[in-house]
């Protein structure tokens, strides 16, 4: 029998507010344990919750993006449940009328263009982290973490392949990062995701018993996650056995799912409206004015760099990878750059340097005007390439001034004919066995002559003109 996956998401992501949704305690990753609580994210008797205003915008620019409906008259409900990590016992989250919902996300799969729909986008608090340390086999609870600004988004379950799912996270998490609305860092779990999954025959409509992994927190173990899991239900079936409806957890160092707990419905919450926090009523100026805020997304970079500067699609691809890329390619060009010159920089050497210290681009210190200074000297034949990648090399963690470092160095290009002449000849003379095996048809021995003149010249010749001389004296 043929078998098909089916899947769902519940994609939790971490807004990038300054301060929680309800209070005025820092948003900050790590810090002591427990120092960036107060009474109202702690749940402490006689607090009162405020709604951050920022959290609702982010969530509307979020359901705008992601093509929702936003909910005009929303509000939050109170969520039960009594778990260490959650001093109060209840989560605020949003269960009847979600600030967003019926949204459609299009992604591109190896089958093809395919559209995921948003089943809702809500907002709700984020819950405390439990440590386990195995030296003391003690568990202990850090609540800096309670309060921090959540949306969590749901999707129907319209995957059928770990490859569509890593698609659409990989969209979702572009299209986030290009809002500004999270970091989407998803080794600190500003990103992560429970993956809702079941098995079925092969053209049968009906769903099978799903089960859900809680929290992966990477594209990776995502993956295997899913292809675990498929695996292990399907066996299940054709053993006569039943699968349980269950929370599971995914273990990465044994690659495998266990189960954590029976999976809850709605009713296991005992949710109700939450008293403290009026409802939300968004007017249409509202909604109009952050209609007319949203940036240009990746998709529409893409297409309108492959147009308006003839950038190849693999090239669009790379520097819209990361909006902080495409920003700093955008100033690249309005300094002048040639589109296509700048593109083979970030490409090559910027995205080089970002990898070899694994430092994200927005951590880069290197600014616009400093690389298209760079770029200007080796169009205006002041520095060679080679040259100017080493000078790249040098000024990337600090951001030096590309002129003073050149001229400190005295790395400019040598531009001077009859010098280069003269140490052609020198070399040639020096060298007459390679003279001859290049005459003889050893091409090899060419670019060993053009080593040697560029060694004499310290590097700062013009390969050009030393290749040109060489081969007009070789020719004599």
């Known amino acids: 029998m043929t078998w098909e996956t089916v899947i769902g998401l519940e994609t939790h992501v971490e807004l990038s507010t300054r301060t929680k949704i ?22 402490m008797p006689g607090t009162l919750p405020v709604l951050n205003k920022k959290v609702l915008e982010f969530a509307v620019k979020a359901g705008l993006a ?31 009328l979600p600030i967003a919902r019926n949204g459609a996300v299009p992604i591109h799969t190896a089958a093809g ?12 608090e984020d819950a405390g982290k439990l440590v386990h340390d195995p030296w003391i086999d003690q568990t202990r609870a850090d609540y800096n973490r309670c309060g921090v600004p959540l949306i969590e988004i749901v999707t129907e379950p319209d995957f059928r392949t770990a490859g569509e799912v890593i698609a659409y996270l990989e969209k979702l998490k572009e299209t ?21 999954l079941s098995v079925r025959p092969m053209g049968t409509g009906e769903l099978g018993t799903r089960t859900e992994m809680k929290n992966l927190n990477s594209f990776k173990a995502i993956a295997r996650a899913i292809s675990y899991e498929a695996k292990r239900q399907i066996e299940l079936i054709e053993e006569g056995k039943r699968v349980v409806q269950e929370t599971r957890r995914w273990d990465e160092n044994k690659d495998a799912t266990y189960a954590m707990r029976s999976k809850e419905n709605a009713q296991d919450y005992r949710y109700f409206p939450e008293p403290d926090l009026p409802p939300i009523e968004l007017s ?4 109009e004015d952050l209609r007319a805020a949203q940036p240009e997304l990746a998709e529409a970079k893409r297409a309108r760099y492959q147009a308006d500067y003839g950038l190849p699609e693999y ?68 520095l060679n390439r080679n040259t100017a990648v080493k000078v790249f090399e040098a000024i990337f963690d600090t951001d030096a001034d590309v002129d003073t470092y050149v001229k400190e160095h005295s790395l400019e290009q040598v531009n001077d004919d009859g ?43 013009n390969p050009q003109s030393v290749n040109a001389i060489l081969k007009e004296l070789l020719t004599q």
């Open 419 to 461: 010098l280069v002449r003269a140490v052609c000849a020198k070399v040639l003379e020096a060298n007459l066995q390679s003279v001859a095996d290049y005459k003889g048809g050893r091409e090899k021995a060419f670019g060993f002559l053009v080593g040697q003149v560029m060694r004499e010249l310290k590097g700062k010749a």
């Open 22 to 43: 309800f209070c005025s305690c820092t948003t900050q990753f790590g810090g002591g344990p427990n120092t960036h609580c107060c009474p109202v994210c702690t749940g």
């Open 176 to 196: 986030l990062m290009y809002l500004g609305v999270s970091d989407c860092k998803m080794q600190e779990g500003s990103l992560r995701c429970d993956v809702n």
């Open 113 to 124: 263009e395919k559209t995921i729909r948003i089943h809702e986008l809500h907002m709700e």
């Open 315 to 382: 090239d669009s691809q790379m520097i819209t990878s990361d909006s902080m890329l495409a920003r700093f390619f955008e100033d690249l060009v309005a300094l002048g750059t040639p589109p296509k010159q700048g593109a083979n920089w970030i490409m090559g050497e910027v995205l080089g340097a970002l990898s070899a210290r694994a430092i994200e681009p927005r951590a880069m210190k290197l600014t616009a005007p400093t690389l298209a200074r760079l770029i200007s000297l080796v169009g205006e034949g002041r």
């Open 66 to 96: 992601l093509n929702c409906e936003i909910t005009r008259y929303s509000k939050f409900d109170r969520k039960n449940y009594f778990y260490p990590d959650l001093p109060k016992a209840y989560q605020i989250s949003q269960l009847y």
């Open 284 to 287: 249409e100026q509202y909604l």
